[in-house]
C-alpha cells in the first residue's frame, strides 16, 4: 500500500495508535474533549478485529467474579444511546444501534439450571448496583421470540443488551473523528518511538510525531509496543468463526449471544472460540457444523437458509478475558487499552475513558483493570 499524505502537523495532544474499535473510539472522545488527535493505523495487512466481529452490546455474560467489570460493561451499554445519537448527528452514520434486550438460550434441564445459576450469582455480585434478570420457560419464550425449537427449554434475558453494526459504528467513529478536526493516517505502522514523562515521540509513514500523551491501542499489537512505553499488555489471539445467511424478513426480534438478525435481514451465526495462533485463513468445519446446528435447535427454521458468507477473526484476549486499561508510572501520560468486547465497549471508551485520558490520568477505580493484576510478583 502507498504511503499516505504527510500529515500537515506534528505536534499534537494525543498520539493513539491503532484504528480499530477501541482506538478510534477513544480518539473520537479525545478529539470531542478539544484535544488535537493524531490516529496511528498500520496497513490491511495487520489483524483487526474491529473488521471481522459479531457485533453484539452484550451484557448478561460479563463480569461473574468481577463485579466491576460488570459495572463498566453496563455503564457502556447505558452510554451507547448517545454514543450513537451522537455519530448520527455529526456524521450521517448510523451505527444501527437497537438494545431491546436479548436472550440467551438454553437447550436441556442442565443448560437452563446452570444459566440459572448464573445469573443469580451475577445479581448477587452486582449488590446495590443492581442486576435486572429473568429466566423465561420455552413457552412464554416463544411469544418473544416466534419459531423456538422444541429443544428450548429455557432462556435468559436482560433488558441491556442489543446489537449494532460494528462497520457502520467504525466508519462514524473515523468519519466522526477527522470531522471534528482529528487526523487519521492510514498505513501508518508505528515503528519507532521514545519515551519520557509526558514526551513522546513515535515515527510512522515516514514521519516523526510528538504529544505528550499516547494511547496504545493496537489491540494485539499492544504486547510488542507496551514495554516500550514502560506497560505490559499481555494479550493473546483466540479466534472466532463466523457464519452469515442469506437476507431473509424481519424473524429475530432481539440478538441472543450466538444469533442475531441484521438491520440488512442476514442471520449471523457466531460465538466460537479456539486456540489456531494468528491463523485466520484456514476455516474449521467441525467448528461451523457445530454452531450452525446449535442455530438450528434453537430455531429449526433457520435449515431453509443458505449460508452465504463464513469468515475467522482474532480476538484480543487478556490472561483472564477482562480489558487491560493502563497508565504508566514510569512515563506519566502513557496509557493501554485492550479488551475482547470493543463494540460492547465503545460507549465507555469514548465517553468515560477518554476525558479520563484527556485529564491526564485515570481515576483510581480502574486500577482495577491495570495489567499490574498479572504480576504475581505484585500479587504476592
Ligand atoms: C469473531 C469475533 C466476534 C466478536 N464479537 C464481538 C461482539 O459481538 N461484541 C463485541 O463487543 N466485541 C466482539 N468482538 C471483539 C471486538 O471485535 C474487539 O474487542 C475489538 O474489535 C478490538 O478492537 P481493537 O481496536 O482493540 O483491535 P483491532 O480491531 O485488532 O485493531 C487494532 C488496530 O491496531 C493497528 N495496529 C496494530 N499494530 C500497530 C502499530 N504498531 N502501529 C499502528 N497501528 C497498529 C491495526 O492496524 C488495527 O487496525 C469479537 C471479535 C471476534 C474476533
Known amino acids: ?50 473488521r471481522g466481529n459479531f457485533g ?41 444501534r437497537h438494545q431491546p434486550g436479548g436472550v440467551t438460550f438454553c437447550l436441556g434441564e442442565e443448560e437452563f439450571a446452570a444459566r440459572g445459576e448464573y445469573m443469580a450469582r451475577m445479581q448477587a455480585e452486582a449488590g446495590n448496583f443492581g442486576f435486572e434478570y429473568r429466566m423465561i420457560r420455552a413457552a412464554e419464550a416463544r411469544d418473544m421470540l416466534p419459531g423456538i425449537g422444541p429443544e428450548v427449554t429455557g432462556v435468559s434475558w436482560t433488558p441491556y443488551d442489543g446489537h449494532a ?20 493516517l492510514p498505513n501508518a505502522g508505528v515503528t519507532e518511538s521514545t519515551a519520557a514523562p509526558g514526551d513522546f515521540s513515535v515515527s510512522a509513514a515516514g514521519q516523526r510525531f510528538t504529544a505528550p500523551r499516547v494511547v496504545l491501542a493496537a489491540g494485539l499489537g499492544n504486547a510488542a509496543l507496551a514495554p516500550r512505553f514502560g506497560l505490559e499488555a499481555p494479550v493473546v489471539p483466540e479466534r472466532g468463526q463466523i457464519l452469515v445467511t442469506e437476507r431473509t424478513q424481519n424473524l429475530l426480534p432481539m440478538p441472543t449471544v450466538s444469533l442475531r438478525q441484521t438491520a440488512e435481514g442476514s442471520l449471523m451465526i457466531g460465538d466460537s472460540k479456539e486456540d489456531a495462533g494468528l491463523d485466520t485463513v484456514t476455516q474449521s468445519p467441525e467448528i461451523m457444523k457445530t454452531m450452525a446446528r446449535r442455530a438450528v435447535r434453537c430455531f429449526p427454521w433457520i435449515a431453509e437458509l443458505n449460508i452465504v458468507r463464513a469468515w475467522s477473526a482474532l480476538r484480543v484476549m487478556a490472561p483472564d478475558g477482562l480489558p487491560i486499561y493502563d497508565q504508566s508510572e514510569r512515563f506519566p501520560g502513557a496509557f493501554t487499552a485492550n479488551c475482547h468486547s470493543g463494540v460492547t465497549l465503545a460507549g465507555t471508551h469514548a465517553n468515560r475513558l477518554a476525558p479520563m485520558i484527556a485529564a491526564g490520568a485515570l481515576v483510581p477505580e480502574m486500577s482495577l483493570f491495570s495489567a499490574r493484576r498479572f504480576d504475581v510478583r505484585t500479587a504476592a
Do not use: C
Not at 58 to 82: C, D, F, I, M
Not at 165 to 184: D, M, N, Q
Open 1 to 50: 500500500m502507498p504511503n499516505p499524505s504527510p500529515a500537515a502537523r506534528t505536534a499534537y495532544d494525543a498520539i493513539v495508535i491503532g484504528g480499530g474499535l477501541v482506538g478510534a473510539a477513544i480518539g473520537y472522545g479525545l478529539q470531542r474533549q478539544g484535544l488535537a488527535t493524531l490516529l496511528l493505523d498500520e496497513g490491511d495487512i495487520a489483524h483487526r478485529a474491529s
Open 56 to 96: 453484539l452490546i452484550w451484557v448478561q455474560s460479563k463480569g461473574l467474579g468481577n463485579p466491576h467489570y460488570q459495572r463498566w460493561t453496563r455503564g457502556s451499554a447505558e452510554e451507547w444511546p448517545a454514543l450513537a445519537d451522537d455519530l448520527h448527528t455529526r456524521t450521517g452514520i448510523d451505527p444501527r
Open 165 to 184: 453494526s460494528p462497520l457502520h459504528l467504525l466508519r462514524a467513529l473515523h468519519t466522526g473523528f477527522t470531522g471534528l478536526g482529528g487526523t487519521y
